[in-house]
């Protein structure tokens, strides 16, 4: 997998989320506050959920395996962070 295609991969859950700015406002004051992950906060399981549909999406669309961005990172908070 190549830099590029991790970047259009990036680019394409920007391009494409559906929570909103308040959503990830509450997440981040939450994980600041409480010290918890993203998927632990009460609206960080629908953007964890989200941002996998949507690798699911762009894995499909360009004929890769549904898990292959797990290569590269962690989980889906980590591409959260890299957002």
């Given at each position: 997998m190549?830099?590029?295609?991790?970047?259009k991969?990036?680019?394409?859950?920007?391009?494409?989320?559906?929570?909103t700015?308040?959503?990830?406002?509450?997440a981040?004051?939450?994980?600041?506050?409480?010290?918890?992950?993203?998927?632990?906060?009460s609206?960080?399981?629908?953007?964890?959920?989200?941002?996998?549909?949507?690798?699911e999406s762009?894995?499909?669309?360009?004929?890769l395996?549904?898990?292959?961005?797990?290569?590269?990172?962690?989980?889906?908070e980590?591409i959260?962070?890299?957002?």
């Amino acid at each position: 997998m190549t830099q590029s295609h991790l970047e259009k991969a990036l680019q394409y859950v920007r391009d494409n989320k559906t929570w909103t700015e308040a959503e990830e406002d509450v997440a981040l004051e939450q994980i600041g506050r409480l010290r918890c992950p993203l998927r632990m906060t009460s609206t960080g399981k629908s953007i964890c959920n989200n941002i996998r549909e949507l690798l699911e999406s762009f894995a499909e669309e360009n004929d890769l395996d549904t898990d292959w961005w797990s290569e590269n990172f962690d989980d889906e908070e980590e591409i959260f962070w890299a957002l």
